[in-house]
């Protein structure tokens, strides 16, 4: 009864895996409890049907737009102090530990994120948001990846690197697209939609659809199909 209500759930919110029947109930019990104590928190400090870890702080939660069954897991700070509206669609998921910034200096108000349905991300990921990020739907994310959307000038050797100020292009990937663990975006750089990132790439630069890449810098690897 218990899985049938968990798959039934499932497949309302998108997901159309068959749960696995060896799976123990005392297993869902325990998600059922700790859903719904996120879902309290959420609704306190966002006055909308989030699902909000522990220790999660949210900032200006009325320039964010959530989707339907959004999830912030726990001991993360979300920065909703940006020019434009933060998005996080429907069923998006942004893992433990992790960190949005999007005005980190008074001298630029940051522009932030749009995360588009049925994407998530793992723990410990930090979205440099202030030159925006735009992430498309059903992009899946390893932990620890790292967004960096602006730039520090440093071409005037009569002034201090910090006083030169920071140029911003923004980040862009496109849909479906699986990401591996400990990758690294950085200012100006679009992924294609259909696309692989290898774990540990650094990537800088504009790919296109349906490609693996990877590395330091990362470059196409094989085309897919």
């Given at each position: 009864?218990?899985?049938a ?8 919110s ?24 996120m879902?309290?928190?959420g ?9 909000v870890g522990?220790n999660?702080?949210i ?11 959004v ?10 102090f940006?020019?434009?509206?933060i998005?996080l669609?429907?069923?998006v998921?942004?893992?433990?530990f992790s ?13 932030g ?19 925006g990020?735009?992430?498309g739907?059903d992009?899946?994310?390893?932990s ?15 002034k ?6 920071v140029?911003s292009?923004?980040i ?32 800088n ?13 990362a ?7």
């Open positions: 009864m218990l899985k209500l968990f798959q039934k759930l499932l497949i309302r998108g997901k159309n895996y068959q749960i696995d029947a060896r799976i123990p109930n005392a297993l869902f019990y325990h998600i059922l409890f700790k859903r719904g104590c879902l309290l928190r609704f306190f400090k966002t006055g909308r049907k989030v699902f522990s999660t702080t900032l200006n939660p009325r320039n964010i737009r959530f989707g339907k069954n999830t912030i897991e726990k001991n993360t700070i979300i920065d909703g940006a020019s434009e509206r998005v669609g429907d069923c998921k942004i893992g433990a960190t949005l910034t999007t005005t980190s200096h008074f001298s630029k108000y940051g522009k994120l749009k995360m588009g349905h049925h994407s998530a991300i793992g723990d410990y990921t930090h979205f440099g948001a202030a030159g990020i735009k992430i739907n992009v899946i994310m390893g620890y990846i790292s967004f960096h959307s602006e730039n520090h000038n440093f071409s005037d050797t009569t201090l690197i910090r006083e030169q100020g140029s292009k923004g862009v990937l496109g849909n479906n697209i699986w990401v591996g663990a400990k990758v690294t975006f950085l200012d100006g750089c679009v992924v294609g939609n259909n696309s692989v990132v290898a774990a540990g790439a650094v990537v630069g504009v790919f296109p659809d349906n490609v693996v890449i990877g590395g330091v810098p470059k196409v690897l094989k085309t897919i199909g």
